[in-house]
T-cell receptor, first 115, second 112 residues
Framework: DADVTQTPRNRITKTGKRIMLECSQTKGHDRMYWYRQDPGLGLRLIYYSFDVKDINKGEISDGYSVSRQAQAKFSLSLESAIPNQTALYFC??????????????FGDGTRLSIL | EDQVTQSPEALRLQEGESSSLNCSYTVSGLRGLFWYRQDPGKGPEFLFTLYSAGEEKEKERLKATLTKKESFLHITAPKPEDSATYLCAVFSWGGGADGLTFGKGTHLIIQP
């Protein structure tokens, strides 16, 4: 089983719809992240969370919101989807307990298309 | 602002033809450099962490090295299954919102 699981893996929806992407992890890591990846732009950070009570904006948080329901669960919401939010979305985790410069570990992504 | 540049953007090699991928960086206080491999439709897979200049890490046909300005990912006698996009990320005091800045990757194709 994957250590970082994202659902759904693919989603097609219409402009204006509310969408939630979910991420769960079994690695026991305290930090969780949401990224989007677009061709030619690389990975860009949307939101990150250092623990359940700590949520921080990344470089492109406008139009997105997040919820850290538990240490192992971190969801990303698009309140009113627009076509330029079509992208590949990744959740990642890292383990601060072993040092704050530890690598991130990624899920396999959600491919989101907004028509 | 921290910058991470990977070159080349794309590289096509014959099976067995060794080469190197480059990740050059300009950061305020390097705290770590990470290499990832990403296959189509998959998330980045962690390969190596390098923390200080002179450090080297190896895994199968891959070897990562680090200087004060750049890192190289050396691929020795590659096989078609080494085809992927390789990402470099730098963790620093002056990095992105969480200290981490990703490069845009090198797309590597190994032809049989």
């Amino acid at each position: 089983d994957a250590d970082v699981t994202q659902t759904p893996r693919n989603r097609i929806t219409k402009t204006g719809k509310r969408i939630m992407l979910e991420c769960s992890q079994t690695k026991g890591h305290d930090r969780m992240y949401w990224y989007r990846q677009d061709p030619g732009l690389g990975l860009r950070l949307i939101y990150y969370s250092f623990d359940v009570k700590d949520i921080n904006k990344g470089e492109i948080s406008d139009g997105y919101s997040v919820s850290r329901q538990a240490q192992a669960k971190f969801s990303l919401s698009l309140e009113s989807a627009i076509p330029n939010q079509t992208a590949l979305y990744f959740c990642a985790t890292s383990d601060f307990r072993t040092g704050d410069n530890q690598p991130q570990h990624f899920g396999d992504g959600t491919r989101l298309s907004i028509l | 602002e921290d910058q991470v540049t990977q070159s080349p953007e794309a590289l096509r090699l014959q099976e067995g033809e060794s080469s190197s991928l480059n990740c050059s960086y300009t950061v305020s206080g390097l705290r770590g450099l990470f290499w990832y491999r990403q296959d189509p439709g998959k998330g980045p897979e962690f390969l190596f962490t390098l923390y200080s200049a002179g450090e080297e890490k190896e895994k199968e046909r891959l070897k990562a090295t680090l200087t004060k300005k750049e890192s190289f990912l050396h691929i020795t006698a590659p096989k078609p299954e080494d085809s992927a996009t390789y990402l470099c990320a730098v963790f620093s005091w002056g990095g992105g919102a969480d200290g981490l800045t990703f490069g845009k990757g090198t797309h590597l194709i190994i032809q049989p």
